[in-house]
């Protein structure tokens, strides 16, 4: 008995000599997205491209080539992926490596092309005016005019395209994303319109890519006839949140009532180790303790006395966020580290054991900061050289700050002078829960025959003060001088590439 051999489990990659003959006469990339037409000349056009009524479908092509392994059409800019035609589509539209064009192209001409990392710089010279870094604008019934604007948030892109007609009366509003985040189909964004005194406002909804269109007449009722309209935009997740039972609502009832327990009379924080107590037993946190002479419950005086009991009882408890707008939970014994770099919450300049600086305001001003006051610490280009002769007798301490599209990372190097030992950390600016998201690659350059490369690689980890930086070997990498000294002519060079987790 002969049996037919099954395929659809068996991926077959095909050759690059064979890849140069199955092109689209139209965008020139390869027959990898169905459905596939020819013309009877055998011309052939790919799923990507419109085509007309002379071409039909290949539907052999499609079955002979169902189970072949194609390259992303973006392998040029660096993408190494190998997909089946049936996964190809949503791939291509997301792909990290995708080349975008300038979204104001539209209506001035810009010629400007690349990816989502360099997209930010390009706006930020050529079309300052164009960011919508605080997801805010005016609306404009009475003049005709359409616009799109580069819209950054949190830790994704976004274009905003708004248009007027004065001889309709409309405004209209879309949002689009851009980026390679599979979650995004089920984001929604949020369109808020106020009057300036923000007293009256009303709030639409719509999916990422779907068109809001505003009636000027219904807005302007709705909002009491203001001067202005000021409207702003939140990107949301889209999703329902769950039907609590009798039993989830006593549990949360409960665990509120245990929190009211922990919190420290004078700051109203709820309390973390160390934890200290008065004389009659009132416990207060370490940062209150130090201001108050006398116990704020029952005036008795502090000693050294630490409550090891309560610090022990309260680390597995879960804490919210404190501040305002966060709905971040973590344990006890978690919050702290996402308190001190909590996107609603101020911020400090990354760079102060390096510069001194004690600034603090939100994360979202944190780059205008750093250009403004600490720019030669701002590393524009991936390669940094640092002076170093062999016999330095000084420990080198030096801090960074790059940019991984509109995330911001801090570089810390150190060199021992008395072990001889180079020290390289890479910390993720922002939520410290976010940072297992990104990892770091380390190439040291060679300066003398540049024929020799060594590479290291390690995770991304949370902000922390420069003594903290490197005290976990799991947690940054390191090599010893006789390991780099050929690498190294009147300077140690090194390039710091960050990239996302796949």
Known sequence: MVTTPDFTNTLFFVQQSTLEKLRCIQCRNVLSVFPVYRNPKGDAICGRCPTDSTFTRDQLYEYAVEFQNFPCINRKYGCLENLLPSYMPVHEKKCKYKMHVCPTRIYNNCLWEGNLEYLVKHFEKEHPTFILNDCRFEVDFVNNHSEQYLMPFSEDLYVVTREAKSAEETFSVQVKYLGSNPDVDHYNYELTLQSPNRVDQFTLK?????????????????????ITIIASIAIKQDSKSPTHSQEEYIEEEYETENLKEVECPVCMYYLVPPIYQCETGHSICKDCKETQKNCPTCHASFNRTQNFTLEKLILNMTYPCRHFGCKYKTQARNIKKHEATCLFGPFTCPLKDFEHCSAKFPLSKLFEHIKSEH????????????????????????????????????????YKSEEKKFQWAVHF??????????????????????????????????????????????????????????????????????????
């Not at 990422?208 to 009636?215: E, P, R, S």
């Not at 000027?216 to 709705?222: A, D, H, W």
């Not at 991936?382 to 062999?390: E, G, K, Y």
Request: glycine residues 4%.
């Open 206 to 226: 719509e999916k990422i890519g779907a068109q809001l269109i505003l009636q000027g007449r219904i807005v302007e009722e709705k909002l009491n006839n203001p």
């Open 375 to 414: 720019y030669e610490s701002l590393l524009e280009f991936d390669t940094l050289s640092i002076p170093f002769d062999s016999s330095l007798k000084d420990n080198i301490e030096e801090g960074y700050i790059l940019r991984y599209g509109l995330l911001l990372f801090k570089l810390s190097f150190v």
């Open 429 to 502: 600016v922002g939520p410290a829960e976010e940072c297992i998201k990104y990892q770091f690659e380390l190439e040291i350059v060679d300066c003398n025959e540049k024929i020799r490369r060594m590479y290291l690689k390690s995770n991304c980890t949370p902000l922390c003060d420069k003594n903290d930086a490197f005290g976990d070997e799991s947690e940054y990498v390191y090599l010893h001088y006789n390991q780099v000294a050929k690498f190294i002519k009147n300077q140690l060079m090194f390039r710091v590439l960050i990239n996302q987790k796949q």
